[in-house]
């Protein structure tokens, strides 16, 4: 069983129907499925993109706002995805802290790694907001920096669908899953696991990435507690090693 794994959510996971907002019925899943594995006694780091309010990319598409600009406004999003999330984990019972990359010590902590560990080792969940604090970087390579300095051992993608497929299983029928992959494969230009930059720095620290179908009850108790992987898709160095 994994001590300590960081768990990566989209931001457009959060969403209601209409793709914008908070869904408070999914903060409340999410913090029942978080609880879960705290309560088994893992160690649980957290990013969450920011995407169901901005997303830097398109709010620059235009070219009125800088790309820059663009990413800051994104890395704020995902700052009030990270409180929303505390809360829901609060109501809980969870302790937990939210750490930015962007200093706003009214509403969170900076990001200290050291501290973020020791909150760690007291049971608290750390959510780690504001990306890296850098534009131009997304909040999956922010996610693989944070486990990579926290020490996890694997970070989760938690998504829609149940792993990594060789095409889009949303517009082909015939898509076939991909249990595991090596890092090399997953940076493929038809594989969308992470963006490259991630998946070299987990390729980098040898840091397994599972990717798995985060709306399904019990799945990540099941994958880091049982380590079952037969409703998920891993990437690691070698196939042999999964």
């Known amino acids: 069983m994994a001590k300590r794994v960081l768990i990566k959510f989209s931001?457009?996971?959060?969403?209601?129907?209409?793709?914008?907002?908070?869904?408070?019925?999914?903060l409340k899943f999410i913090a029942s499925e978080i609880k879960s594995l705290v309560d088994s006694g893992v160690e649980v780091g957290l990013v969450i993109g920011g995407?169901?309010?901005?997303?830097?990319?398109n709010a620059a598409k235009e070219g009125i706002i800088k790309r820059s600009s663009g990413d800051y406004m994104g890395m704020l999003a995902t700052v009030i995805n990270a409180v929303a999330i505390q809360e829901a984990l609060e109501?809980?019972?969870?302790?937990?802290?939210?750490?930015?990359?962007?200093?706003?010590?009214?509403?969170?902590?900076?990001?200290i790694v050291r501290r973020a560990i020791r909150h760690l080792?007291?049971?608290?969940?750390?959510?780690?907001?504001?990306?890296?604090?850098?534009?131009?970087?997304?909040?999956?390579?922010?996610?693989?920096l944070r486990a990579v300095e926290i020490g996890a051992q694997m970070i989760i993608k938690a998504t829609k669908v149940d792993g990594v497929y060789d095409k889009d299983p949303a517009k082909y029928p015939d898509a076939k899953k991909l249990p595991v992959l090596t890092y090399e494969e997953a940076m493929q230009d038809?594989?969308?696991?992470?963006?490259?930059t991630s998946i070299?720095?987990?390729?980098?620290?040898?840091?397994?990435?599972?990717v798995c179908d985060m709306f399904e009850k019990g799945n990540l108790y099941d994958i880091i507690i049982n380590e079952n992987y037969d409703k998920c898709s891993i990437v690691t160095d070698k196939k042999e090693n999964a």
């Open 11 to 26: 931001g457009e996971a959060l969403a209601n129907e209409d793709g914008h907002g908070i869904d408070s019925e999914t």
């Open 51 to 57: 995407g169901n309010i901005i997303r830097g990319v």
């Open 91 to 111: 109501y809980f019972g969870l302790k937990t802290r939210v750490q930015s990359a962007i200093h706003m010590k009214e509403i969170c902590e900076p990001f």
């Open 121 to 144: 080792e007291k049971g608290r969940v750390v959510i780690f907001a504001a990306g890296t604090g850098n534009p131009f970087f997304t909040t999956d390579t922010a996610a693989t």
């Open 190 to 196: 038809n594989i969308k696991v992470m963006d490259d």
């Open 200 to 210: 070299a720095l987990a390729k980098d620290n040898s840091l397994p990435i599972i």
